[in-house]
């Protein structure tokens, strides 16, 4: 590895060291790192793009921010010209990923993957180069395995290795039931890569385990091994659960300009520079200075806020409406007005204390600045100013829930 670094003259030297950094950016671990800079200097050397997989199981039709912090990844590898393998897992979203599952996932048809992947193509065309793309469905060579190649396939994978699993541990501590078609995800995931001969495999921390497959089939079949690149989970709405569409706490890149603008001002503080960092346009240093402007006071939070969600708007509905989009938001705050899109949240609970839902939704630090708030008449549900500490929020009613002038949240039961 380090022999091949020392052949590339001082011109390819730089560029390896150009990509890599680009590459590592953001990034939340890299299985391994000095696999990657082998790769990136070897495509470099041979003049050779590498092949980078990304696999999807079109579970859901619709694309959200958290599909997008992969996407910008992989974009990054398309401009520097390298190939993109898109997989639409057709075969194994038929028995769906267990990932971060209690229990085992709804079985999807033909009918409503096929009209799920078709939806992709059309949003990921948002940000990737899709006429760019190595487009395949892995039901094409899934699907003519023989029996006698999955106990082939089996045979290369321990009971033990899957097991690591923390889903599947978790579920076996409960005493909940694992099917055995399950195990065949990661396996099949694995063999997905060993049929495209993938160099490096992208995905979020929780594919942990699924792209580490690719890795381990590729050696048993005696081929170059796969990098994994792994980006971090984009929490939702909620500021605490990975965003996703099941949750209803999701920003989706389809969606009505005033919808997005809406839902990014609920994103909470504390994910702004996040947001910043894994969603937008904006370079490491333009971010860097948001974050130091509001740290010593030249942006004040809210101005920030506005700032992202008028990135975002503009990124995925253009300019003009995202100044309208904001506009608009200005406008029904000034008049004191209920904004047209409130984000849902998910509470978990049927009835509790208002006191406590304020905390448990993240909506303010603690139980004591939640009682000032509420003291100070700044809690209203459902339209109404509530100042009784006793007050119980029900569920149920889906009511809506504001915090100070410009917090709206519905909450889901």
Not at 110 to 130: C, R
Not at 273 to 302: C, M, S, W
Not at 314 to 336: I, L, P, R, S, W
Request: hydrophobic fraction near 40%.
């Amino acid at each position: 590895m380090r022999n091949l670094l020392e052949q590339l003259t001082d011109e390819q030297l730089a560029e390896v060291k150009r990509q890599l950094d680009m590459y590592t950016q953001g990034v939340e671990d890299i299985i391994p790192t000095e696999e990657l800079e082998w790769k990136i200097a070897k495509s470099v050397s041979e003049n050779r793009p590498l092949r980078i997989k990304l696999g999807l199981d079109p579970s859901a039709p619709d694309v959200h921010l958290g599909h997008t912090v992969v996407l910008k990844k992989l974009k990054q590898f398309q401009d520097n010209g390298h190939l993109i393998q898109l997989i639409i897992g057709d075969f194994t979203g038929k028995i769906g990923d267990p990932t971060g599952k209690s229990t085992a996932r709804t079985q999807l048809t033909d009918e409503e993957v096929k009209h799920n992947a078709k939806t992709y193509f059309e949003q990921f065309g948002k940000i990737i180069d899709m006429d760019r793309v190595e487009l395949h469905y892995n039901s094409k060579w899934l699907s003519s395995l023989q029996f006698e190649d999955v106990l082939r396939l089996a045979g290369k994978i321990t009971v033990a290795r899957l097991m690591e699993r923390d889903d599947f541990e978790e579920r076996i501590a409960l005493g909940k039931p694992i099917s055995l078609h399950e195990f065949f995800y990661p396996v099949m995931q694995g063999y997905d890569s060993v049929v495209l001969e993938s160099d490096i495999e992208l995905g979020g921390t929780d594919q942990h385990f699924n792209i580490l497959m690719g890795r381990h089939f590729q050696e048993r079949f005696g081929k170059e091994k796969q990098v994994a690149l792994l980006m971090p989970l984009l929490e939702g709405l909620d500021g605490v659960e990975k965003m996703s569409k099941s949750k209803k706490n999701y920003i989706g890149i389809d969606e009505e300009p005033k919808a997005m603008y809406g839902k990014t001002m609920s994103v909470p503080d504390h994910l702004m520079l996040k947001y910043f960092e894994l969603v937008t346009d904006l370079t490491a240093a333009e971010v860097q200075t948001i974050k130091t402007n509001i740290e010593t006071g030249k942006l004040h939070p809210r101005d920030a806020k506005m700032m992202l969600a008028k990135t975002i708007v503009t990124m995925y509905c253009g300019a003009v409406e995202a100044e309208k989009a904001e506009q608009d938001f200005v406008t029904v705050f000034q008049q004191g007005g209920t904004p047209e899109f409130v984000p849902a949240m998910k509470w978990g609970k049927r009835e509790a204390p208002l006191l406590d839902a304020l905390v448990e939704l993240n909506l303010l630090k603690s139980k004591s600045e939640a009682r000032r708030m509420i003291e100070h008449r700044g809690v209203r549900v459902n339209g109404e100013i509530v100042t009784d500490l006793q007050f119980r929020l029900n569920a149920v009613d889906e009511p809506l829930l504001q915090v100070g002038k410009r917090v709206f949240v519905r909450l889901a039961p």
